[in-house]
């Protein structure tokens, strides 16, 4: 069994498989560990295809198959998808208050179930903590990061609408998927009733014009089935692109049921020798070493190995000179909006399932702190208008031929939107490792201790009048507000936990998503987040990752790592 390669991706879900193809495309010969089983494009989607009819209980799942999904069944679990999320009994984690962590254990990971939403960041964004005076400055700008922007966006390929909006740059686009007659009318009402807000449809890593490399990738035939695997790789995921890509090459190596324990670390030299991996399998301890190390297991899982890696060097976690290492976890905050009821357009209908919504840009402390608002940052909207109302055809209990024919005909229009928004990080907003209980695996069990604030509270309040005004403006009835109260980690943009920055004295990572004091290790998935902003996380990730793996192989080169 080969052990040295040139790099070590750590993870094979967005950041992972992007660290993969860069790596292999430029040369190195490269291993990807994933912690979970193989899945492989087609052939590990066993529901594709399968209608509600198809699958027992109508593709419901029963009490007795959730009891070892109690933490996953809380995003939403069922038939058609539950093979793509954790098994809790064997992957678990503990709560000092309610965290949510959602995870896809398995190659591809999470790239395999996001919800796609494709948005840059700005500088409003980046500079957003100095000008605030929140935590620390982001070691970057927007500049630094557009050009891997744009590299990332034309492989990935996504749809959306130029806005030419100061706070959400403008995307390489495919041409947008279209809103419907109802979001048609609310846009119109936005736009006649406001100066500072716009609707636009969302922006999707959705092919909707061509093709792009990878597995067979093409059109999006709005099947709106994509957290069970695409079969015609339409939206993007590490095992319809990135990993097929870096196949291709001949230098990637993929080895799964590979749990990650800790990076080994040399003393003399400073830097990362590799790695020790327990097989899920045998529970066969390996150790394997390479030139560069990449960390993409996602924000906690990388900072948990990064933690479990003591030396007498780093006795507080490999990197961990600043004490940050676990802190300033961030999400995003969502559960909450407004919905109404929509009169007219019942001659009207729409095409497809559309595997998408629209989407409200941040209108609020745009450039600073607005007029009469009560909190900082901002916060965005998704949502959608559809027919789904089929409640007035079941109340009948009826038979027959008037029966079906009221079963064929939609409900009335209806249409909502839920805020998301930004969470600031807070030093004690913290992940840490508890020894005295062991996994599987025999590593130590990841325990949570975070919570939303007073920030994040008066935000959410702000965005359901908001979004209430919204839609009472465009002539909705029945509008009314709902709130989950859903907890931190529900928004499954989970981050923060190895920031970025100028000073390893307040940061694990410099500007190249290198550790400060260990350069050829890097962290490029969410744990590098300074802030969080309002905009869905993912297209930062890979720009992040393209743009690391870009300066650690020119490292290589000059033999400075």
């Known amino acids: 069994m080969k052990i040295n390669y040139d790099a070590i991706v750590v993870g094979s879900g967005i950041s992972g498989g992007w660290a993969a193809k860069e790596l292999c495309e430029k040369g190195l010969k490269t291993l990807v560990l994933e912690r979970g089983r ?17 699958m027992k209980h109508g593709g419901s799942t029963t009490q007795e198959d959730l009891k070892d999904y109690n933490k996953q069944r809380r995003w939403g679990v069922n ?74 966006e034309k492989f990935i390929g996504v749809s959306g609408e130029a806005l030419n909006l100061p706070q959400l740059p403008d995307s390489e686009f495919l041409p947008p998927m279209e809103l419907n007659c109802v979001e048609k009318e609310l846009q119109s009402s936005i736009a006649k009733n406001y100066t500072d807000r716009v609707l ?51 230098n990637l190596t993929l080895r799964p049921h590979s749990v990650v324990s800790e990076v080994l670390y040399d003393e003399k030299t400073q830097k990362a020798t590799g790695v020790r991996v327990v097989d899920s399998l045998s529970k066969e301890v390996i150790e394997f070493k390479a030139k560069v190390i990449f960390l993409c ?108 024919n009221a079963v064929l005909k939609p409900g009335k229009w209806n249409i909502g939107m839920g805020g998301f928004g930004e969470v600031l990080p807070y030093h004690e907003n913290r992940m840490y490792l508890d020894y005295n209980k062991l996994d599987v695996f025999g590593m130590p069990k990841i325990v949570f201790d975070a919570e939303f604030k007073e920030n994040e509270k008066k935000m959410k309040e702000d965005w359901k009048v908001q979004a209430a005004e919204m839609l009472e403006n465009a002539g909705c009835k029945d509008v009314s507000i ?47 987040m300074t802030s969080s902003g309002t905009q869905n996380p993912s297209l930062t990730y890979m720009a992040f990752t393209a743009r690391a793996v870009n300066h650690a192989v020119s490292e290589l080169k000059k033999m400075n790592l």
């Open 38 to 54: 193989s899945v492989k494009h087609l052939e590990g989607y066993p529901t594709m295809n399968l209608d509600p009819w198809d």
């Open 79 to 152: 038939e058609g998808n539950r093979h793509f999320y954790n098994n809790d009994s064997e992957y678990d984690y503990e709560e000092d208050k309610p965290f949510d962590w959602i995870r896809g254990t398995q190659v591809g990971g999470r790239s395999l179930i996001w919800g796609r939403q494709t948005y840059r960041w700005s500088d409003d964004d980046f500079e957003a903590n100095l000008r605030d005076g929140i935590a620390v400055d982001w070691p970057v700008r927007y500049k630094d990061i557009a050009t891997w922007y744009s590299y990332v």
């Open 200 to 250: 636009t449809i969302g922006r999707v890593a959705h092919i909707t014009e061509g093709a792009k490399e990878g597995a067979g990738r093409g059109k999006c035939q709005f099947r709106n089935r994509c957290d069970r695997g695409c079969p015609f790789g339409s939206y993007f995921s590490s095992n319809s692109s990135t990993l097929p890509t870096a196949e291709k090459t001949g």
């Open 297 to 404: 297991a996602s924000s906690m899982a990388s900072t948990s190995i990064l933690l479990n890696s003591k030396s007498d060097r780093f006795p507080n976690g490999l990197g961990n000179d600043s004490g940050e290492l676990g802190h300033n976890i961030m999400d995003h905050q969502l559960g909450s909006g407004a919905s109404g009821n929509f009169d007219g357009f019942e001659e009207r209908y729409y095409s497809g399932r559309r595997p998408n919504g629209f989407y409200i840009p941040r209108f609020r402390n745009i450039g600073g702190k607005s007029k009469g608002v009560d909190f900082l940052r901002g916060y965005g909207y998704q949502g959608g208008a559809g027919r789904g109302n089929w409640s007035e055809s079941i109340a009948e209990f009826g038979y027959g031929t008037d029966f079906k």
């Open 482 to 528: 709902f709130d989950s109260n859903a907890p931190i980690g529900k928004g499954i943009h989970e981050m923060g936990t190895a920031r970025m920055g100028h000073d390893p004295k307040t940061s694990v990572l410099n500007k190249h998503n290198q550790i400060h004091s260990v350069t050829n290790l890097f962290v490029t998935d969410g744990a590098f």
